[in-house]
């Protein structure tokens, strides 16, 4: 499968790349996905959540009123769950939502996203480029010059660039990464991925299986 390669400007170079088959014209693994999606949410959750259960609620602990003769319902600790302002039953404790996911199913469900990408037409690939100061306008009609600037947009860099990076900031509908920190998340989420050129060809160094 090969894709245009467009200029700093939007238009079209009259290039053009081969994408590696090992990485986007694979069978895709829905599984995979899912599981290594799932890895990378719970991964980032803290799991700090709690609530205070009977026995740690800031009650008194004396009987609210006689056992016989109020014709209430009898009750004793203020504690009790059933009452305003008492414990919790079952509620959330902290605990960790760490997964395990094997490294090579990692790789099958970046290469499954990236498949997905490119079956759906959502790659595009642009001259490497810099800038020497943040300018936002500059990135915002770069991106409407190849018709994604109303999309969710991933941009990948080959290098870290602060002035890209601060560019982007004031653009809500796009994520700018370096190519190595891209996740499958940040790839399923995005509606189309811009490419640098030399990201394309990281992404084949990293995801590409070698020839024997």
Avoid at 45 to 66: C, I
């Amino acid at each position: 499968m090969k894709v245009s390669i467009y200029q700093q400007d939007g238009t079209d170079s009259g290039k053009s790349v081969t994408l590696d088959k090992t990485v986007f014209e694979i069978e895709p693994n829905d599984h995979a996905i899912w599981l290594d999606v799932r890895r990378i949410q719970g991964n980032a959750r803290q799991g700090t959540h709690k609530t205070k259960e009977r026995g740690e609620v800031n009650r008194s602990t004396r009987k609210l009123y006689r056992q016989k003769g109020t014709g209430h319902a009898r009750a004793g600790s203020a504690k009790s769950p059933v009452r305003r302002s008492g414990g919790t039953i079952f509620g959330p404790r902290p605990h960790k939502y760490h997964i395990k996911v094997n490294r090579k199913t990692q790789l099958v469900a970046r290469r499954s996203a990236w498949t997905y990408k490119a079956q759906n037409k959502a790659l595009r690939v642009i001259e490497d480029f810099s800038m020497d100061a943040p300018d936002t306008q500059q990135l915002k009609t770069l991106l409407q010059s190849i018709d994604v600037g109303d999309k969710h947009v991933l941009l990948l860099t080959g290098e870290h660039s602060p002035a890209v990076n601060l560019s982007s900031r004031n653009l809500p509908k796009l994520k700018v990464l370096n190519v190595s920190d891209a996740s499958t998340l940040d790839v399923m989420k995005a509606h189309c991925v811009v490419f640098q050129k030399t990201a394309l060809k990281s992404i084949s160094t990293q995801l590409g299986t070698k020839k024997k």
